[in-house]
């Protein structure tokens, strides 16, 4: 499924190898929406889902992770099986900027603000460390995978080097 603020494209979960192909594909055709909150999208998506199966979802996993891990506890209660790949661009995690920077939302065109991120750097690490910890032991606690990936790394490698992991520990 690929959603902003709401589904728009879902295809339904299929058991043939080919399969892999058809998803790739919708990945890689898929541009950016508008913001999303997940946790709503989700539980709006668990009763479209009628057989256990496995849920892998790409995601930066911003927004409310109360709401995000209800919905995510709402999929294992239903007895899927979840692989988060979180997705992060190397700067969000290193906060590198020095001087003035233009901020813009790749969700929203009209928010963007000049900040000097000297001043920031510090509490935006720590609430990204915050959050990161949040979701984490979240995600512990409903037994779901969480993989965090930078948009540096090929999205496909890192799914087959994951999937690879995966098998020899099972």
């Given at each position: 499924m690929t959603f902003d603020q709401q589904m728009r494209q879902y295809i339904p979960p299929r058991s043939r190898p080919s399969h892999l192909h058809v998803l790739l594909d919708a990945l890689q055709a898929t541009a950016p929406g508008g913001?999303?909150?997940l946790g709503k999208?989700?539980?709006q998506?668990?009763?479209?889902?009628?057989r256990r199966g496995l849920l892998i979802i790409f995601s930066d996993c911003?927004?409310?992770?109360?709401?995000?891990?209800?919905?995510l506890a709402h999929f294992r209660h239903a007895h899927h099986e979840i692989i988060i790949f979180q997705i992060w661009d190397p700067d969000e995690l290193e906060f590198p900027f020095q001087q003035w920077t233009r901020f813009e939302s790749l969700e929203s065109?009209?928010?963007?603000?000049?900040?000097?991120?000297v001043q920031l750097r510090s509490v935006y690490l720590e609430n990204i460390a915050r959050f990161r910890q949040e979701l984490k032991d979240g995600c512990h606690?409903?037994?779901?995978d969480l993989v965090p990936l930078t948009t540096a790394?090929?999205?496909a490698e890192a799914l087959a080097y994951y999937l690879a992991?995966?098998?020899k520990s099972v």
């Open positions: 913001e999303t909150e999208v989700f539980h998506l668990v009763p479209k889902i009628h911003f927004g409310s992770v109360p709401e995000l891990l209800s919905a065109a009209a928010e963007q603000r000049l900040l000097d991120p606690r409903h037994r779901i790394q090929p999205y992991r995966r098998t």
